[in-house]
């Protein structure tokens, strides 16, 4: 399986982004760990899955030719040429949500750390 682990930039809690990583891998099998290379959460990522011998693809973002818009551009793109099958979504921003709410539109399965699945009523719910 391919899996998006999406999050923000200042999210520093390694075990917790182990415990999210190892719940899905048990569950599903991840073959592809996919990150926007962002913060400790990439580093976190791309290490857990070194650990279990699994591929890492990155998609940093492209701050000098995109200034501020580089991670929301970055996300799109990261969603429609990774062909994710999920998409683990952990604590972050406004950048975040959005990469979360296009998967969601594109029928890609999304879950929290829980393993909750994440539908478009839950994010209608916590956008009021």
């Not at 930039?9 to 190892?22: F, N, Q």
């Not at 599903?28 to 400790?40: E, W």
């Not at 062909?83 to 969601?104: F, Y």
Request: hydrophobic share 45%; charged share 20%; proline share 5%.
């Amino acid at each position: 399986m391919r899996l998006i682990i999406a999050g923000g930039r200042h999210l520093d809690d390694v075990p917790g982004i182990h415990r999210a990583l190892a719940r899905v891998h048990a569950t599903r099998p991840i073959t592809v760990v996919i990150h926007g290379s962002a913060g400790l959460l990439g580093i976190t990522a791309e290490d857990w899955a070194r650990a279990q011998h699994l591929h890492v693809v990155r998609y940093p973002a492209n701050w000098r030719a995109f200034g501020k818009r580089a991670e929301a551009i970055r996300n799109a793109f990261m969603l429609e040429d990774a062909r994710p099958d999920m998409v683990l979504a952990l604590p972050g921003g406004s950048d975040t949500a959005e990469l979360i709410a296009q998967a969601v539109r594109a029928r890609v399965a999304v879950i929290d750390p829980q393993g909750q699945r994440i539908t478009p009523t839950c994010l209608t719910a916590t956008n009021r």
